[in-house]
């Protein structure tokens, strides 16, 4: 049986213990939420101040030329580097939903013969909005398949392929590699959504066509952080972005009349991108700095484990919904619970924060680069305690996005 030293012991010999130690969390909390927003990086408070006040309250207009203008490739390197992608193949701005439409369009006019986008039915909702409105505006038809049922669809008529690599509800993850390989002997295309998996475990995307993801997840760059975006380097020059937009154009400042993309990844940009957003996301992505991802990943392996054995051994009337296997699930934990709303509520009051997906899932994140060992057992013992105390019962569910 595990006990709470146990944990303590893990969290002494942990490897990442000085990258956990860079983020700044409230005392008495136990926040298992970083899969919606990652915490804090204490020093990014620092480095916001300097750019607001140095570079832009003193450099103004200057600032363009003094590393605003290569901002945007700059953290985009730094993400691909933890995901597997080639330098220049990658740059952050826009949104998720917003990237996943540009690359989605541009595929689909690589594939014009083929009228089918392909999808799942536990891909994250905004996905499917966007790939709905894509086949709306290109002509296509969107086809929604269950997620073990992909693979097996993908044949001559699929333009694209666009899943989101971690399901955002129940922690399942798809075979990124096979997924690819497989759309690829069709002939077809594939996107994927690396919001839920990026700066949690390993990824070689470079196997892949195209890639989105947000920065305010794992990658802790704050609540609406910019997005990221990846195109490989064989389709960069035959990538059209259905946006024209002066930032993707190859000579921004000549201000022709007549769009010209720009040669490599910065014609997936559209317009100005967000230069103290892009700067927190930057400074947060120092937390990474030199930590290789394949101990990102061994860390969510073993919280995700124990939390799952902890379940098992000490709570009755949970459905656990994340696979069991490490290597068909991401970094959190989803249990269903006809009250989770209620049960989620007593946590919070409890000190441990984590999510609720409708109707009725638990969502417990387990973020490796901030989260502590200990912090497993503590938000399962306080599950204990409010089902054994029905405080449940007295808790009022907040309607807002925290649960």
């Known amino acids: 049986m595990l006990d709470r030293d146990h944990f303590e012991r893990l969290d ?7 990258v956990t130690a860079r983020f700044h969390l409230p005392d008495g909390v136990v926040y298992l ?6 915490p804090l990086p204490a020093h990014v408070s620092r480095a916001l101040a300097r750019v607001v006040d140095e570079e832009w309250g003193e450099g103004l207009i200057r600032s363009w030329n003094r590393g605003w203008w290569e901002l945007a490739g700059e953290v985009g390197d730094v993400i ?26 541009a595929a689909l006019r690589l594939r014009p013969s083929r009228p089918v986008i392909l999808t799942d039915s536990g891909n994250f909702p905004t996905d499917l909005y966007v790939l709905e409105a894509a086949a709306g505006l290109s002509g296509a038809s969107l086809e929604v398949v269950g997620p ?7 044949g001559d008529d699929v333009a694209v392929v666009a899943l989101t690599h971690v399901d ?5 993850r798809h075979d990124l590699a096979a997924i690819s390989e497989a759309a690829h002997r069709a002939g077809s295309l594939v996107v994927w959504d690396l919001s839920h998996s990026a700066g949690a475990m390993e990824i070689d995307i470079a196997c892949a066509d195209m890639a989105v993801g947000c920065g305010y997840k794992y990658l802790n760059g704050g609540p609406g952080a910019p997005a990221f975006t990846y195109v490989s380097r064989d389709l960069l020059p035959e990538f059209t972005n259905p946006i024209s937009g002066w930032w993707g154009h190859r000579e921004p400042f000549a201000m022709r009349t007549d769009f010209e993309p720009a040669p490599g990844i910065e014609r997936t940009q559209v317009g100005t991108p967000p230069v103290i957003s892009l700067a927190a996301l930057r400074s947060a992505l120092e937390v990474f700095e030199g930590v290789p991802t394949r101990l990102l ?3 969510s392996e073993r919280l995700v484990g124990d939390f799952v054995r902890l379940v098992d051994e ?5 459905q656990l919904v994340t696979p069991r296997r490490p290597e068909e699930r991401g970094s959190h934990v989803a249990l269903s619970h006809p009250r989770a709303r209620e049960i989620m509520a007593a946590l919070i009051s409890e000190g441990v924060i984590g999510d609720v997906r409708p109707p009725h899932l638990l969502r417990f994140g387990l973020a490796p680069a901030f989260q502590r060992h200990v912090d497993v057992w503590d938000a399962v013992e306080a599950i204990r305690r409010v089902m054994d105390n029905d405080l449940w ?3 009022v569910a907040p309607s807002g996005p925290v649960t």
């Open 168 to 172: 955002y509800r129940t922690g399942r």
């Open 393 to 395: 019962r007295s808790a």
């Open 297 to 299: 990943r061994e860390k």
């Open 314 to 318: 000490r709570l009755d009337g949970f």
């Open 148 to 154: 073990h049922e992909v693979e097996g669809r993908i």
């Open 12 to 18: 002494l010999d942990d490897p990442l213990a000085a």
């Open 33 to 38: 939420d970083g899969n919606s927003l990652g």
């Open 80 to 105: 691909g580097g933890m995901i597997g992608a080639p330098a220049g193949t990658v740059i952050a701005g826009d949104t998720t939903t917003a990237a996943l439409f540009k690359t989605t369009m």
